[in-house]
């Protein structure tokens, strides 16, 4: 798989392919087909930054790695939202940095913000790219320019600790390299979002990702014990012991702040022993709300399996007819996915098919969970090749207590078929579960209007007006960005935003990490 993804798509550009021809077929009957016209090479904006700042920045870290090549700019350039996709599909990379700098240790680090503060440039960390709430877009007024913080260099693990089942990794650790070498060691961290395969060690915890089997690894703001932070004011190193009463949890004030308070340069985890049974089952369900009681009853009562998911009606009807997800014909309900990773996962295994089957659901054996497993990093690369064709496709997600869940599913899925449209295809699933609630995931499909990025931020504030009206959170896992910065002041409100200012002034006096994003 190639180290950096495709510039205006997502993921490994070997992978890039049109559309399945049964989905093809099926987007054709609901929407009409439109082939997008192919993106011209664009041309960057000049570098900005003053030749004296770059001369200091080559003498830090040496010429090789400080580049103003477009084509190193152009893979630095926002994220991978729709709206992001969307821009550079259009030759807009406004946004691109005027440098990207690759350090390779923690002193380095702490010497570009050094540089960036006394020439007053705005710096960006960079992890895998994979934002989809605009991390990754900072604001250029007022700055002599914007530099890329790449932490690509920083991929190492030290401190393996077999006793405690904890290790150091570095933030340039992408997923798939950080499980390779703690599984050196027996030990994985079981953290698999969707994005999985690009997104950071350091991103993860800049912005407190939840992966598909957090259930049972838990969610990584929870795998962290302590963390190393380069800010302007100084280095951060916290999590000395497994708990501490040593006053409020500071590790939980670095943990999702999205580069605005410092730069994470290492992260201690605590990580398991690397399982030896891997078991997936399909579960079927008569309604969406039948399925989500058996989810809470599970939750409730402690039996918690590491994967559980559940697909409302119109995404298991999907996923059915498309064969990409559980696959086979649909009968109507909702399909939930239930894995269990571990040692041994008999007993417990048999324990929750005892509940599921009490309260209604089907088994529909392991083959379809099987099915989800090898293709549960492909949806991605099925966006691109929806918007080739003129479909509108984006994600968002919120969460709830399970009290809340009903009045926040209606409030959301009316609020994007009130933006987009009769014609709209949302989906839903349950991602993640808790004791007290849920995280809700709604897919969107929509043909494109004549201007598909306005179309879409006019139906993302509809649903973030809804599920914030509604009570719910505006972000369960994909973080606060630039985009829903509007929504965070309502739900944090006036005192939570003074807080949020406070820290960032305390660390960040001149305002050069990351300027626009997070904070308010
Ligand atoms: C297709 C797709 C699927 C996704 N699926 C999931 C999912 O299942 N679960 C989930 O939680 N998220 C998901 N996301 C969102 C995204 O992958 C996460 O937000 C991820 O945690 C970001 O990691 P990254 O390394 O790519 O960070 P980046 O995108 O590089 O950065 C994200 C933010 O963190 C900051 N940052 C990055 N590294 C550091 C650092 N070392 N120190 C300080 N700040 C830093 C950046 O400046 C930026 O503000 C998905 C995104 C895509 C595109």
Request: proline residues 5%; contains cysteine.
């Amino acid at each position: 798989m190639s180290t950096e993804m495709h510039p205006t798509r997502w993921g490994d550009p070997a992978a890039v392919a049109p559309l399945p021809e049964t989905t093809r077929g099926l987007v054709e009957l609901a929407f009409g087909i439109h082939e997008s016209p192919a993106v011209e090479e664009v041309t960057l904006p000049p570098v900005g930054l003053p030749g004296a700042v770059l001369d200091e920045l080559r003498s830090l870290l040496g010429d090789d790695h400080v580049h103003t090549d477009d084509a190193t700019r152009r893979l630095r350039t926002r994220g991978k939202s729709t709206p992001d996709l969307l821009r550079a599909r259009a030759g807009d990379l406004a946004d691109a940095p005027d440098a990207v700098v690759r350090p390779a240790t923690h002193d380095e680090v702490a010497a570009v913000l050094d540089v960036a503060v006394r020439h007053h440039v705005a710096v960006v960390p960079f992890g895998g790219g994979t934002s989809v709430t605009g991390g990754l877009v900072a604001r250029r007024e007022g700055y002599a320019g914007v530099l890329s913080l790449d932490l690509v260099r920083m991929k190492g693990i030290r401190d393996v600790d077999p006793v405690s089942m904890t290790a150091v990794l570095e933030p340039g650790l992408r997923g798939p390299e950080a499980e390779a070498l703690l599984a050196g060691h027996g030990m994985t961290l079981g953290h698999y979002p969707q994005s999985f395969e690009y997104a950071s060690i350091g991103g993860f915890a800049a912005t407190r990702s939840s992966g598909q089997s957090s259930a049972g690894y838990g969610r990584f703001d929870s795998l962290v014990v302590g963390l190393t932070v380069a800010t302007p004011a100084g280095t951060l190193e916290l999590g000395s012991a497994p708990a501490t009463a040593a006053g409020p949890d500071l590790r939980q004030l670095l943990l999702g702040s999205e580069g605005a308070f410092g730069v994470i340069t290492a992260v201690r985890v605590r990580v398991r022993a690397l399982p030896a049974e891997k078991v997936y089952d399909a579960w079927h369900f008569a309604s969406f709300d039948q399925g989500a009681t058996a989810m809470r009853t599970l939750a409730q009562s402690g039996l918690m399996p590491t994967v559980l998911r559940l697909s409302d009606e119109t995404e298991t009807a999907l996923n059915l007819a498309s064969h990409s997800d559980v696959g086979g014909e649909s009968t109507g309900g909702c399909a939930m996915i239930v894995g269990h990773e571990g040692a041994s996962v008999a007993v417990k295994r048999a324990a929750v098919a005892a509940v599921l089957t009490e309260l209604g659901g089907t088994d529909l054996g392991e083959e379809r969970g099987r099915a989800w497993a090898a293709g549960r990093f492909h949806a991605p690369y099925l966006r691109d090749a929806m918007l080739d064709v003129g479909v509108l496709v984006e994600t968002l997600e919120t969460a709830t207590f399970w009290s809340n869940v009903d009045r926040v599913y209606a409030a959301v899925r009316d609020a994007l078929t009130g933006a987009l449209g009769e014609k709209a295809l949302v989906l839903c699933h349950i991602s993640h579960v808790y004791e007290t609630g849920c995280s809700l995931y709604f897919t969107v499909a929509a043909p494109e209007a004549d201007d598909p990025l306005a179309q879409w931020l006019a139906a993302k504030a509809a649903a973030s007006d809804a599920m914030t009206g509604a009570g719910a959170t505006i972000t369960h896992h994909h973080a606060v960005g630039t985009d829903h910065r509007p929504w965070l002041s309502r739900e944090i409100g006036e005192v939570g935003v003074g807080i949020l200012r406070a820290v960032k002034a305390e660390l960040d006096p001149t305002g050069v990490l990351n300027p626009g994003v997070l904070v308010p």
